[in-house]
C-alpha cells in the first residue's frame, strides 16, 4: 500500500511557486489544491517522503510561527498536512498530538505534560527536554505513539498543546480532562468549536502550563476536524466509528467519510477487499472528494487488517433504566452512551426503554459504549 503513516490527530503546506504577475492562465482552470494528512514515511537532508511522494523542504512551520526548524531535523512519523501540487519549495507545517515537557523517563515510558505515554524509540529523550509527539488515537484514554523529536520550545514560543476527547466536563469550574490525567482550565481561552463543549469531543487545545496549579491553562480550544481540506483529500488514521447502514466511517474521531459500492477498498498486500471490510479500530489510507458539501472515500487502503480492530458488540431486546448517568441496561449488559452515540429511527437516550432496539458499540476501558442504536425490525 501507498503508506502515508499518520498521527489525532498533521499539517504540511505546499505552496505553488511564482510570485507576481498576471492572472491570466490562457483560458485554462488551474487544478484545486489536494490535501494530504500524513506521517512522513523517511527523510533525506532536506527531502521528504509522503505517500510514495518526494517533496523538496524550503521551511518548517507550525500555526502561525515560521521556520520552526531545520527541514534536516524533520524525522519520520511526524505528522504533517500537505495541501497544493507542488513538489519543490515546499513550506511544512507540523501538527502533533502533543507538545511539550518530558518527566519521568523510565525504559520505554515517559509522561509529556503529565500524560502518561509509552514508546519504543526514546534514546536521547531526557526528563526536561521539549518535545513533540504524534500519535494514534486509541479506543482507550492513551494514545499509540509514532514519534517523538526533540525541539527549541523558545522557537515554538513556548506553546503546549494536546488533542484527545474531553472528559469530566466541570462547566463550574471551566475545567475538562484530556487522557486520564491532565486538567485543562478553559476559562480565558478561545473557543473555536462548531458546537458545545462536551464530554467525548475530541479537541486541539494550545496554552501554557500553570506551575502553580499543574494544569494547562488553555488559549485556544479547537475541534479537530477536515473541514478545511479542500475538494480533494488523502487521510491516514484509525477507523473510529462505522454505520455500515448509513454508509459512513469516522477517521480519527475527527471526522465522517461517506461511501458506497463505488469505492473501492484495498487491504494489506494489495488485495482486494469490499467496504463490509470498513471495521472499527483499523487503520487506514483513505483518498476522497466533496460531493453535495459531505467527504465521500473514492478510494480505502488498510495497513495490517489483521488484527488490528477494537473489541467490539452487537445487542439486541428490551431496554431497561441504568444505575449511571448516561446508561442502560440491555440483556444483563451495562451500555453507556457518549457525544459520538448515534440514535436512529427516531429514538433519543430518554426514549430507549419504550420498544425494542439494536445495539452497535465498541468496548472503551471495559466499558460497553454505544455508537448507533436504532429500533429493532
Known amino acids: 500500500m501507498k503508506k502515508l503513516a499518520l498521527v489525532s490527530m498533521i499539517g504540511l503546506v505546499l505552496t505553488g511557486c511564482g510570485g507576481g504577475g498576471s492572472d491570466d492562465n490562457g483560458g485554462q482552470t488551474q487544478p484545486q489544491a489536494k490535501a494530504v494528512m500524513g506521517t512522513i514515511e523517511s527523510v533525506q537532508s532536506n527531502n521528504i517522503w509522503v505517500n510514495g511522494d518526494r517533496y523538496t523542504v524550503s521551511s518548517v512551520g ?5 521556520d520552526v526548524m531545520a527541514p534536516t531535523a524533520l524525522a519520520p512519523n511526524m505528522m504533517v498536512k ?3 501540487h507542488a513538489r519543490a519549495g515546499v513550506e511544512v507545517q507540523l501538527e502533533p498530538t502533543m507538545i511539550g515537557v518530558v518527566s519521568e523517563v523510565s525504559g520505554t515510558s515517559f509522561k509529556v505534560n503529565g500524560v502518561a505515554l509509552t514508546f519504543d524509540g526514546l534514546k536521547g529523550i531526557e526528563n526536561g527536554d521539549w518535545v513533540l509527539v504524534s500519535s494514534l488515537p486509541t479506543a482507550t484514554e492513551g494514545y499509540k505513539v509514532l514519534s517523538v523529536v526533540k525541539i527549541e520550545a523558545d522557537k515554538f514560543d513556548n506553546t503546549v498543546e494536546i488533542e484527545g476527547p474531553v472528559s469530566n466536563l466541570d462547566e463550574n469550574t471551566t ?4 487522557g486520564a490525567a491532565l486538567t485543562v482550565n478553559y476559562n480565558t481561552a478561545k ?3 462548531d458546537s ?3 464530554n467525548d469531543l475530541w479537541v486541539e487545545v494550545t496554552g501554557k502550563m500553570n506551575d502553580a496549579t499543574n494544569e494547562l ?7 479537530d476536524d ?10 491516514e488514521g484509525i477507523i473510529t466509528a462505522v454505520n455500515h447502514s448509513e454508509s459512513y466511517f469516522e477517521v480519527n474521531y475527527r471526522g465522517r467519510f461517506n461511501f458506497d459500492h463505488s469505492t473501492e477498498v484495498e487491504l494489506a498486500n494489495d488485495r482486494d477487499g469490499s467496504i463490509a471490510d470498513i471495521k472499527l479500530g483499523l487503520q487506514v489510507e483513505v483518498e476522497s472528494v466533496l460531493r453535495n458539501g459531505q467527504r465521500f472515500a473514492t478510494d480505502v487502503e488498510f495497513d495490517n487488517y489483521a488484527g488490528n480492530q477494537w473489541q467490539t458488540f452487537e445487542q439486541e431486546g428490551q431496554a431497561t433504566e441504568g444505575t449511571e448517568a448516561g446508561s442502560f441496561k440491555l440483556n444483563g449488559m451495562t451500555v453507556y452512551t457518549d457525544s459520538k452515540t448515534r440514535y436512529e429511527d427516531g429514538l433519543t437516550f430518554n426514549s430507549l426503554t419504550q420498544g425494542l432496539i ?5 468496548v472503551i476501558n471495559g466499558k460497553n459504549v454505544a455508537r448507533e442504536i436504532e429500533r429493532e425490525d
Open 82 to 84: 500537505l495541501v497544493g
Open 196 to 198: 458545545a463543549l462536551a
Open 226 to 235: 477536515y473541514d478545511d481540506l479542500g475538494n480533494e483529500a488523502e487521510v
Open 62 to 66: 507550525y500555526g502561525n510561527l515560521n
Open 191 to 193: 473557543m473555536d468549536l
Open 217 to 223: 491553562d488553555a488559549t485556544e480550544v479547537e475541534a
Open 358 to 362: 439494536e445495539v452497535d458499540g465498541v
Open 175 to 178: 475545567t475538562f480532562k484530556l
